[in-house]
T-cell receptor, first 115, second 114 residues
């Protein structure tokens, strides 16, 4: 069974631009979560989607948004990019979501560099 | 709110030596605890998880962790380190109030000396 896939793997943008990252969960998984990883702040939760609905949201500004499609694929968008948005963005999927004990399976991440 | 503290951002051991990575948690409700490993330029891979079934949890690659409620700890151990264990290790916590949200520690980078 294929794992979580994320595209693109690497991305370079300039300040003020916007970016869209994509995540395809493991087949049969309906929950997708997004995390930001930076050297300074570590791993931080962005949001979680289940059945096309955002169910949980972290403490990030409104420039960060996401959505989930009917096939469970998810996208996240960052508008008006800032230098501090440079990070590794990780997507994770789980079967049902909403269950704290469920295992989340992570993708390889998209590394975003903002110049 | 839940939180996780990992003591020691860098740990270095000799090949064949015991690996001990420390994790203490804070949660107002019964927690679920996880250890993930991250190799360079890769995502996170689950090593093991505690979901209240058993306090001693065995994971992949010879790792295990013991949940100690009295000490609010979930330390990761491996009896004998291999060179391939060199990576960054993250402890994470979730609970029923947070759903799928994982709160991670700051990570411990493990180096293995030949």
């Amino acid at each position: 069974k294929a794992g979580v896939t994320q595209t693109p793997r690497y991305l370079i943008k300039t300040r003020g631009q916007q970016v869209t990252l994509s995540c395809s969960p493991i087949s049969g998984h309906r929950s997708v979560s997004w995390y930001q990883q930076t050297p300074g702040q570590g791993l931080q939760f962005l949001f979680e989607y289940f059945s096309e609905t955002q169910r949980n949201k972290g403490n990030f500004p409104g420039r960060f948004s996401g959505r989930q499609f009917s096939n469970s694929r998810s996208e996240m968008n960052v508008s008006t990019l800032e230098l501090g948005d440079s990070a590794l963005y990780l997507c994770a999927s789980s079967r049902r979501g909403g269950g704290a004990q469920e295992t989340q399976y992570f993708g390889p991440g998209t590394r975003l560099l903002v110049l | 709110a839940q939180s996780v503290t990992q003591l020691g951002s860098h740990v270095s051991v000799s090949e064949g030596a015991l690996v001990l990575l420390r994790c203490n948690y804070s949660s107002s409700v019964p927690p679920y605890l996880f250890w993930y490993v991250q190799y360079p330029n890769q995502g996170l891979q689950l090593l093991l998880k505690y979901t209240s079934a058993a306090t001693l949890v065995k994971g992949i690659n010879g790792f295990e962790a013991e949940f100690k409620k009295s000490e609010t700890s979930f330390h990761l151990t491996k009896p004998s380190a291999h060179m391939s264990d060199a990576a960054e290790y993250f402890c994470a916590v979730s609970d029923l109030s947070s759903g799928d949200k994982l709160t991670f520690g700051t990570g411990t980078r493990l180096a293995v000396r030949p």
